[in-house]
C-alpha cells in the first residue's frame, strides 16, 4: 500500500490554488481599507451599477446571498472573474454546503476566502471531494474548521491530490482525530510533504531514533522530517554533533529547530542572548536542556530577560539551566507569581526563601498555590486576585527594583 502511493505521488501536479491565495490577500488588503473608507460607499454603489448585467448580478448575489461587503464582492467578480448571470449554480453550491452541516456563516467566511467556488459544477465537481470528506468521517464543524484555514482544499483534484494524500497519512499512522488539523493546514496536506516524511522515517531508524519518540500527530516533529532526506540528514549529524543522543526526548525538538533555523538565524539568536551575558557556553547548554526555547522570537524572549536579569536579580547563568523558564508567559505567570513572592517579603511573612525564584516559577500551580497562597490567605487576602493577574503590585503602591526586591512608588 505504501509504495502504491508513494509511485503515485511522484507523479503528481498538485495544484496550490495559488491564485485563491493572491486574491484572499488582495481581498484582505481591500478589506482594511473599506474599513477607513467607508465614506466612499456611495461612489462604490454607482460603481456596480455602472458594469455589465452579469458582473451586477454577481456582486448583488455576493452581498445578499453571501454576506460579502460590497467592496469584496466587487473585488471577487472583477479579480477573480467570478461571473453568474443566473442564481441555479450558486444555489446549488451553497445548497450542497448545507447538505454537509454548514451553515450560514460557516458558507459566508468559505465564499469570502474562495468565492470561485460558487461557479464550479456542484454535482461533478464539488459532490465527489464531499462525499470523501464523509467517507472518513468529515462533515459540518469538522469541515467548516478545515475551509475556514484551507478554503482552497476545494479546489485541488480528489483522485491527484485529497485522496492520495489521506492515503499516505493513513500509512504513517496518523490517529483519525487528528486528520482534520492536518487537512486544514495546506502547508502539511501536500502531497511532497508528506512523501518526504515517509521517507525520512527510514533515516531516524537508521541512526536509532525510536520511533515512540517522533508522534508524527505532533506538528513540529511532522515539519522536521518534511524536507528532503539528503537535508535531514545532514540535520540529524548535526544534533548529534551537539551532543544529542538519538534516545533523547530532546533530540526530536533539537532536530525540528535546526530544520526551521538557517545558519544566519542561528549566529542571529546567538549574538541576541549574547547581549543578555549568556556565553556560547550558556546557549548550547540551554540548547541541550530544552531546545524549544530558540525557536522563540526575540520579541518574545527579550522582555522576559529583562524582567529576570534587571527586575529580579537573577543570573544570566542561572537562566541558561533552566531555559524552560523562557517558554512561560510573563504577564499570565512569571510577574503574577514573582509580585505575590514579593507582596510577601514586604509583609514580613517570607525573610529567606531556600528556593531561588526561577523554581518558584518553574514548578506547578498546585505547589505554588499551597505554599504561597492558600498558606498565607488570611494574612493577604489579596494573593489569589494577585496570581490571577487581577490585581497587580502598582495597586498597593509597589513596584520592583533593580535589585529583585520591592520598592515603594
Not at 524536507?227 to 530532546?250: I, Q, W, Y
Request: charged share 20%.
Amino acid at each position: 500500500m505504501f509504495g502504491l502511493c508513494c509511485k503515485r505521488l511522484q507523479l503528481l501536479l498538485v495544484p496550490s490554488c495559488s491564485t485563491c491565495v493572491t486574491h484572499f490577500d488582495y481581498i484582505q488588503k481591500t478589506l482594511v481599507f473599506s474599513r477607513y473608507h467607508s465614506s466612499k460607499s456611495s461612489v462604490l454603489g454607482s460603481e456596480i451599477d455602472d458594469k455589465p448585467q452579469g458582473q451586477s448580478f454577481t456582486v448583488a448575489y455576493l452581498i445578499n446571498s453571501c454576506g460579502l461587503s460590497p467592496r469584496l464582492a466587487l473585488s471577487a467578480s472583477k479579480k477573480m472573474r467570478v461571473h453568474f448571470e443566473s442564481p441555479e449554480k450558486p444555489d446549488s453550491v451553497i445548497k450542497l454546503l448545507k447538505n454537509y452541516g454548514l451553515n450560514e456563516t460557516h458558507i459566508s467566511q468559505l465564499v469570502k476566502k474562495c468565492p470561485i467556488l460558487l461557479i464550479y459544477n456542484a454535482d461533478k465537481t464539488l459532490l465527489p471531494k464531499l462525499e470523501f470528506f464523509s467517507s472518513i468521517g468529515l462533515s459540518g464543524t469538522d469541515l467548516a474548521r478545515i475551509f475556514r484555514f484551507n478554503a482552497n482544499i476545494l479546489t485541488l483534484s480528489l483522485d491527484a491530490s485529497i485522496r492520495p494524500c489521506y492515503d499516505i497519512m493513513k500509512t504513517l499512522q496518523i490517529p483519525q482525530e487528528k486528520i482534520p488539523y492536518f487537512i486544514s493546514n495546506y502547508h502539511l496536506f501536500n502531497a511532497k510533504v508528506l512523501t518526504n516524511v515517509a521517507r525520512n522515517i527510514p533515516v531516524l531508524k537508521a541512526h536509532d531514533v525510536p520511533q515512540s519518540s517522533f508522534p508524527l500527530w505532533v506538528p513540529f516533529y511532522f515539519t522536521a522530517l518534511a524536507f528532503d532526506s539528503e537535508k535531514v540528514k545532514a540535520n540529524v549529524k548535526r544534533v548529534m554533533s551537539m551532543g544529542f543522543l538519538p534516545s533523547s526526548t530532546t533530540f526530536m525538538r533539537a532536530l525540528y529547530v535546526i530544520s526551521v533555523t538557517d545558519a544566519s538565524k542561528w549566529e542571529q539568536k546567538m549574538e541576541f542572548y549574547n547581549k543578555w551575558g549568556w556565553t556560547e557556553h550558556d546557549v548550547l547548554l540551554a540548547f541541550r536542556k530544552n531546545p524549544l526555547f530558540m525557536a522563540f522570537s526575540e520579541k518574545n524572549a527579550s522582555p522576559k530577560m529583562e524582567f529576570f536579569l534587571n527586575k529580579m536579580g537573577c543570573q544570566p547563568a542561572d537562566l541558561a539551566g533552566r531555559p524552560d523558564i523562557l517558554t512561560y508567559s510573563l504577564e499570565k505567570r512569571i510577574i503574577p507569581r514573582c509580585s505575590v513572592i514579593r507582596l510577601l517579603q514586604l509583609k514580613g511573612l517570607i525573610v529567606r526563601e531556600d528556593l531561588s525564584i526561577i523554581t518558584i516559577v518553574h514548578k506547578n500551580e498546585k505547589w505554588f498555590l499551597e505554599r504561597f497562597v492558600i498558606k498565607y490567605q488570611e494574612q493577604v487576602p489579596e494573593l489569589l486576585s494577585i496570581l490571577q493577574g487581577k490585581k497587580g503590585l502598582a495597586e498597593f503602591g509597589l513596584g520592583f527594583d533593580e535589585r529583585g526586591g520591592v520598592k515603594q512608588l
